[in-house]
């Protein structure tokens, strides 16, 4: 720990993902076909990973 005053060690941070950065997923967005690219509107109780794209049938991703 620099300084050991209990702020951890120095580094970019920022991270990415679901809990923070330019990756964060929200409620609001929506879900696509990697296929097709067929778009819908994110439903916040349903993962868009366990949707089927209503054109093709592929399971869709988070965008």
Not at 1 to 22: F, L, V
Not at 33 to 60: E, F, L, N, Q, Y
Request: with cysteine; charged share 25%; proline share 14%.
């Amino acid at each position: 720990m620099p300084g050991r005053d209990g702020t951890g060690p120095a580094g970019p941070g920022g991270g990415g993902g679901r809990m923070g950065g330019p990756f964060r997923a929200g409620p609001e967005g929506y879900c696509e076909c990697p296929k097709c690219k067929t778009r819908v509107k994110h439903d916040r109780a349903i993962p868009c990973t366990s949707m089927k794209c209503p054109k093709c049938g592929s399971p869709m991703t988070r965008v």
